[in-house]
């Protein structure tokens, strides 16, 4: 099994651009989490997918963020426009009926 | 509001010694613990668990103790090898709620010294 794959693993871009993150789930599985890790505060949930189907997207901290998950084998968390403080590692996960989290490696997000 | 804290961000514990980790939570309403390790560049990875029925559970080298009147929790890795250092996330979730009700510590860098 691959595991959850997230691309690109680092991302540098220019405050104002629009950034757009990727993640592949464990085939099978029918929730999909995003995550963002902080040294401030620590794993935050932005939005999860349950069947494809967004259920809770409180953590979305702006309207700037957004996620899809047009089929269960994909998802994208884009942000536009990105600003510095949006900086941070964005994990995502996927699991079997939302029971043990499978993580991602992470993309690394950095915004000048 | 920090429903789970873990108030010491780094460790440093030597070689064959046990390290514990600590974990205190303040929603009455979770029974469900997890503990998950996570190495630079990777993702969080699953280590061990325990329910809020039980006061302790034990897989290997690990053992994660709970004392609920205490709403606290604990990771005791016992002895301690270089491969464990990383950072533990202490994770708590309220019964059937599911993954999504996963709410995560700040972490804990633990460093295990030769």
């Known amino acids: 099994d691959a595991g959850v794959i997230q691309s690109p693993r680092h991302e540098v871009t220019e405050m104002g651009q629009e950034v757009t993150l990727r993640c592949k789930p464990i085939?099978?599985?029918?929730?999909l989490f995003w995550y963002r890790q902080t040294m401030m505060r620590g794993l935050e949930l932005l939005i999860y997918?349950?069947?494809?189907?967004?259920?809770?997207d409180s953590g979305m901290p702006e309207d700037r963020f957004s996620a899809k998950m047009p089929n269960a084998s994909f998802s994208t968390l884009k942000i536009q426009p990105s600003e510095p403080r949006d900086s941070a590692v964005y994990f995502c996960?996927?699991?079997?009926?939302?029971?043990?989290?499978?993580f991602g490696s992470g993309t690394q997000l950095s915004v000048l | 509001d920090q429903q789970v804290k873990q108030n010491s961000p780094s460790l440093s514990v030597q070689e064959g010694r046990i390290s514990i980790l600590n974990c205190d939570y303040t929603?009455?309403?979770?029974?469900?613990f997890l503990w998950y390790k996570k190495y630079p560049a990777e993702g969080p990875t699953f280590l061990i668990s325990?329910?809020?029925?039980?006061d302790k559970n034990e897989d290997g080298r690990f053992t994660v103790f709970l004392n609920k009147s205490a709403k606290h929790l604990s990771l005791h890795i016992v002895p301690s090898q270089p491969g464990d250092s990383a950072v533990y996330f202490c994770?708590?979730?309220?019964?059937?709620?599911?993954?999504?009700?996963?709410?995560f510590g700040k972490g804990t860098h633990l460093i295990i010294q030769p």
């Open positions: 085939s099978g599985h029918n929730s």
């Open positions: 997918f349950n069947n494809n189907v967004p259920i809770d």
């Open positions: 996960a996927s699991s079997f009926w939302a029971e043990k989290l499978f």
């Open positions: 994770a708590a979730r309220v019964s059937g709620g599911g993954a999504d009700g996963l709410t």
């Open positions: 325990i329910s809020s029925i039980k």
């Open positions: 929603n009455s309403m979770f029974d469900y």
